[in-house]
């Protein structure tokens, strides 16, 4: 079992920037690729970003260049750094373990000015 925990969420305005955490819990982590994903009102849920237990990571094409995935295997942290945020970058952001069915509760970002 895996209980992941989102932070850094918020509101920010358009241009602005966030950091998103994700805390892992257990010994697993550092073998197990972890995602990004996001759920804007009415839409599905979308991957984001992903990240290897080796560090390799995949972006949503259009995401690319604003959004960086990183993670630190000595803290079981996941993070998210995101920039030049946009109006349509307002969702719920979850992380999750890839391959398995384990996923945070979610952080709200809400990109307005």
């Known amino acids: 079992q895996v209980h992941l925990v989102e932070s850094g969420g918020g509101l920010v305005q358009p241009g602005g920037s966030l950091r998103l955490s994700c805390a892992a819990s257990?010994?697993?982590?550092?073998?197990?690729?972890m995602g990004w994903y996001r759920q804007a009102p009415g839409k599905q849920r979308e991957l984001v970003a992903t990240?290897?237990?080796?560090?390799?990571?995949n972006y949503a094409d259009s995401l690319k260049g604003r959004f960086t995935i990183s993670r630190d295997n000595a803290k079981k942290t996941v993070y998210l750094q995101m920039n030049t945020l946009k109006p349509e970058d307002t969702a719920v952001y979850y992380c999750?373990?890839?391959?398995?069915?384990?996923w945070g509760q979610g952080t709200q970002v809400t990109v307005s000015s």
């Open positions: 999750h373990v890839e391959g398995r069915s384990f």
């Open positions: 990240i290897t237990s080796g560090g390799s990571t």
């Open positions: 257990g010994s697993i982590f550092r073998f197990y690729a």
